[in-house]
C-alpha cells in the first residue's frame, strides 16, 4: 500500500490523498487550492495520476478545499463513485454548483473589464461541470461499514467541524488508515465533538491550529462590542464567512446577542448569501450532526434578512446607516463580500471582521496583515476601515484539542502524517506529538509517496 500527498502540505487547502494498494487507487477529499498564487495554479496543473484509473473518491466534508477540485476530475475522465456522509451530499449539492457558477462569473467579469492576462479568460469548471459531478455521489451512513474498491474498506465518523463532516477510516490488507479530516471542538456550541477514535496503524491528522490554543473568553462577546461599537460610529460590520460552518454559528450567535440585548433589537443585520441561506436550512434535517433542537434552527434561519438578488446585493451598498453584513467568502477570495469590501473598506467607521483562519496570500490575511489597501477586481481600494478578527470563533480544534483527540487511540500509530495546516503549525504539532504521546510522526511534502504496507 502507498499514501501520496496530492495537497494539504504546508498549506490548509487543496486536501488529496491517493491510496493505492495493487491495482486499485482511491482519493480521500479532492479540494482545491486556494491563497497565494503558486497553490492556485496547482488546480491547473495536470492531476498527478490519471482521473480514469481512480476507482473511486471518499470526501470527509463538503468545504470546497476538500470537495471544489471534484467537477474537473469528472470532467477529465473520473468515473467512479465519490462517498461522503448524506448532509455532505446535501451541502454538495449547494456549494460545487455555485463554485462553478463564481468561477464562470469570475471569468466574464475579467473578460468584460479586460483585467486577465489571459484572453479569454476561462474558468476552471461551470456549474454543469459541477452538476454533472453530482450524479457519481454516493451517500453512506456513518459508523457502517462500506465497500469502496475491491478490498478496500470504509467507515465514516462523525467529526463535527460542519454538518456532515466526517472522520475516514480505509481498511485494506489488515490495517486500517484514519484520515481526520478537519476536526471540530469538543466544546463546540453548535457541532457535536469529534468521534474518538480507538485503533489506527496510519494516522493523517490536520494541523491548522497546531501551534495554537484558541483563546478562552467567550467570543459571543467580542462579537457583541465590535458590533456594538461599530453602530455607535454609525458604521458597517462586514463579516467576510464561510457559507457552510462559519454562516450559521454567526447567525446562531447574532441570535443570541439580539436575545441578550448586547446588541440593538433593531440594528438590521443581512445575509448575503443564498448559498449559505440554503444551507442553514438544512441544520434542521440533519439534527444528529449538531446540538441545536428544531426551535433553535428556526431561530438561527431567521436571524438575518437574506439578500438574494444582485439587484438587493447593489441596494446594500448605497444604505449608510449601522448595520451588519455576513457575505461569502470567508477569506475574501471571491463572492459578494468583495463588493461590499469596495464599498465600505475606505471610510473609518465601518469594520471588516474576520470569524475564521486566513489562509497565507488570502485578502483576508494580507487585511489581517495591516495592508494600506486591497485589489479588487484589477483596482486598489483604500483600507481605513478598522479590521479585526475573533480567532476562537474557529470550527478547527486548537493544538491541545487535537492532542486530546489523538490521546483516545488505544496504542501509537505506525506512523503519523501532519497534514493541512501552515508548515509552523504543522511542526508545532510535530514536536509536540512526539513529546507528550513518543509517537514517530512526521510532515510530507508536496507529491511526496510513502510505502505504508
Known sequence: MKLKFLGATG???????????GTRHILVDCGLFQGHKE????????????????????????????????????????????FC???????????????????????????????????????????ADAVRALRQFSPVPFDTPFTIAGEMRGELSLA???????????????????????????????????????????LVVESTYGDKRHDPADPLLLLGKTIRDT?????????????????????????????????????????????????????????HS????????????????????????????????????VAASGMATGGRVLHHLKAFASDPRNTILFAGFQAGGTRGALMLGGAESIKIHGQYVPLRARVAQIANLSAHADGDELIGWLSHLGRAPQRTFITHGESAAA??????????????????????EVTLA
Open 160 to 202: 463535527g467541524h460542519i454538518l456532515g463532516a466526517a472522520i475516514v477510516s480505509v481498511r485494506c490488507a489488515g490495517k486500517t488508515i484514519v484520515f481526520s479530516g478537519d476536526l471540530g471542538r469538543p466544546n463546540d456550541p453548535l457541532m457535536v465533538a469529534p468521534a474518538a477514535i480507538e485503533e489506527a496503524d496510519f
Open 231 to 287: 453602530a455607535a460610529r454609525g458604521g458597517v460590520t462586514i463579516i467576510p464567512s464561510f457559507a457552510v460552518g462559519r454562516a450559521q454559528s454567526l447567525l446562531y450567535d447574532l441570535h443570541r446577542l439580539k436575545q441578550q440585548g448586547a446588541i440593538p433589537a433593531h440594528l438590521p443585520v443581512y445575509l448575503n448569501s443564498p448559498m449559505a441561506a440554503d444551507a442553514t436550512a438544512l441544520y434542521q434535517k440533519h439534527l
Open 290 to 325: 449538531h446540538r441545536l433542537s428544531h426551535e433553535q434552527c428556526f431561530a438561527m434561519r431567521h436571524a438575518a434578512t437574506i439578500v438574494n438578488s444582485v439587484e438587493e446585493s447593489i441596494a446594500l451598498n448605497e444604505r449608510q446607516v449601522p448595520m451588519v453584513i
Open 85 to 127: 456522509s448524506p448532509a455532505t451530499l446535501d451541502l454538495c449539492k449547494i456549494l460545487l454548483p455555485d463554485s462553478g457558477h463564481l468561477l464562470e462569473e469570475e471569468a466574464n467579469y475579467a473578460n468584460r473589464h479586460g483585467f486577465s492576462r489571459h484572453a479569454p479568460a476561462l474558468p476552471l469548471y461551470s456549474e
Open 427 to 448: 511542526e508545532a504539532l510535530r514536536r509536540r506529538i512526539g513529546q507528550e504521546l513518543g509517537w514517530p510522526c512526521e510532515v510530507p511534502a508536496y507529491l511526496d
Open 39 to 82: 497553490l492556485r495554479l496547482r488546480n491547473r496543473d495536470p492531476f498527478p495520476v490519471a482521473p480514469a484509473a481512480i476507482d473511486a473518491v471518499v470526501l470527509t466534508h463538503a468545504h470546497l478545499d476538500h470537495s471544489g477540485y471534484l467537477p474537473l476530475l469528472v470532467k477529465n475522465g473520473f468515473t467512479g463513485k465519490i
Open 11 to 21: 498549506t490548509v487547502t487543496g486536501s488529496k490523498y491517493l491510496l493505492t494498494s
